[in-house]
């Protein structure tokens, strides 16, 4: 049995963390003394390991983050069997992204070597946002963010070549693969330079960027996640494994 102060000590939180914890429930609710103390248990102390696993490594991907606090509410429901299979879930979709993350590189790498097309078709915005199956409004977004600088008619009207196309479907794929707007920026600035490092240039921001997103250092990021996600996966299967006996 441990009170507040020494069940947060054992995992390494602030008893006030400990305390939202259970107010949010992510860890089973906990039973008071007479003079109201809280008094926890193994069963939150085990809920709290989990939670702290896998709230270790901040990936501000929402979607992500979801499925990450669908395992620890299970756990607070004390459904441990859920849980497990919910991680595993996790696991895999982790594993996705990481995956599509390195083949968004791999395009740039792609676009890189191939000789730019050559052709006298052009594009308005709304074209290419078809041809690329995105919005409009994205296509404006890139351009407004510097991602892309698009050429313009005498009359002042923009007109996308097959150059742009192609970064564009650089950009496309980068974006889908949850890379920030501030890492691909960061790269288009740096392709020319010699045999260019795309995964470094991609997750590494520079000293003078004011603003650095989580996601500008998404390969790292996914990675810890999926580490995390499988100690998630060591514990709960103990714990299942135990419960069974």
């Not at 676009?111 to 006298?120: A, I, N, P, Q, R």
């Not at 794929?173 to 890492?183: D, G, Q, T």
Request: charged residues 30%.
């Amino acid at each position: 049995m441990y009170k507040t102060k020494e069940i947060a000590a054992l995992v390494g939180l602030h008893p006030n963390t400990v305390r939202i914890y259970e107010e949010w429930g992510f860890i089973s609710p906990v039973p008071r003394q007479a003079n109201g103390y809280r008094i926890y248990s193994n069963t939150h102390l085990f809920q709290l390991k989990v939670a702290r696993t896998l709230f270790r490594c901040e990936i501000v991907q929402g979607d992500i983050r979801k499925k990450a606090r669908e395992i620890v509410y299970a756990c607070g429901k004390e459904d441990f069997s859920k849980a497990e299979q919910l991680t595993i879930y996790y696991l895999t979709n982790l594993e996705h992204e990481y995956n599509h993350a390195l083949s968004a590189t791999k395009v740039v790498e792609k676009w890189l070597k191939e000789d730019s097309t050559v052709s006298s078709c052009t594009y308005s915005r709304k074209e290419v946002a078809l041809l690329l199956d995105i919005t409009p409004e994205a296509v404006r977004n890139w351009e407004r963010n510097g991602l892309i600088t698009v050429p313009r008619l005498h009359n002042g009207k923009r007109v996308y070549g097959e150059r742009e196309l192609e970064q564009l479907r650089v950009i496309r794929s980068l974006r889908s693969a949850h890379y920030s707007i501030n890492a691909i920026l960061r790269l288009l600035r740096r392709i020319q330079q010699p045999s260019p490092d795309i995964i470094a240039i991609l997750n590494t921001p520079t000293d003078e960027e004011d603003i650095v997103s989580v996601t500008d250092q998404l390969g790292k990021s996914l990675l810890d996640a999926i580490a995390d996600a499988k100690d998630t996966l060591d514990l709960l299967h103990e714990k299942t494994t135990f419960q069974k006996r």
